[in-house]
């Protein structure tokens, strides 16, 4: 006990004769700093005068800048007017026919045969094919030809087959059971064929 005490003595006399040799030099000095005030701009007295106008109305009502100019009536091409009063500009008349229940690859053979031909001469190919494709393609011959004499006053006897085309409609997919668990797809698909007869008088 006596060892500790003399340790702990010896070690704050060591303290005292570092401070006095190393005095604390830290003080604390009030400096002050001078703020210069804010300088603004003189005011301008010519950005502060407002010039005013006098607007002089017109003889007439409104203003001459505030009339509008009339919309002048733009001639009209020549063209076929309908039965409604409508005019179209091209001699065509079509019919569509969708979501026949056929495939568009066999629908294709039979269409290849009327296209560029007169409505006449395709009715006739049409009933002599011994073809399952040639029944819905008959009946939109016959419709195409229908609107163009009665909606657009075209002459049968005047119609080619202009365009016809056939394309692939969606496909209705179903299974067959088969042995031993197995099951085979069936595919029913569809197609959408487009008949447009055209005057040739014109």
Do not use: W
Not at 49 to 78: C, G, M, V
Not at 118 to 132: A, G, K, Q, V
Not at 157 to 183: D, F, H, M, W, Y
């Amino acid at each position: 006990m006596a060892l500790t005490l003399s340790h702990a003595m010896s070690r704050l006399s060591l303290f005292h004769q570092n401070s006095q040799i190393h005095p604390n030099t830290n003080t604390n000095t009030n400096t002050t700093t001078s703020i210069h005030p804010l300088r603004f701009p003189k005011p301008n007295n010519d950005l502060l005068t407002l010039k005013t106008t006098t607007f002089i109305p017109n003889n007439t009502h409104y203003a001459p800048l505030l009339t509008r100019p009339r919309a002048t009536a733009q001639p009209q091409s020549e063209g076929i007017v309908t039965k409604k009063g409508k005019q179209d500009s091209y001699a065509e008349a079509r019919a569509i026919g969708r979501y026949i229940p056929m495939s568009a690859n066999k629908a294709r053979r039979a269409i290849d045969q009327i296209r560029g031909r007169s409505y006449e001469e395709s009715l006739m190919i049409l009933e002599l094919m011994p073809y399952r494709a040639c029944d819905p393609i008959l009946k939109l011959v016959y419709s195409a030809a229908a609107n163009a004499s009665k909606n657009m006053g075209l002459n049968e006897a005047s119609l080619i087959v202009s365009k016809a085309e056939v394309n692939e409609g969606p496909t209705r997919k179903k299974a067959r059971p088969q042995a031993r668990g197995r099951v085979h797809p069936i595919r029913r698909r569809s197609c959408h064929i487009t008949v447009v007869l055209k005057d040739t008088s014109l």
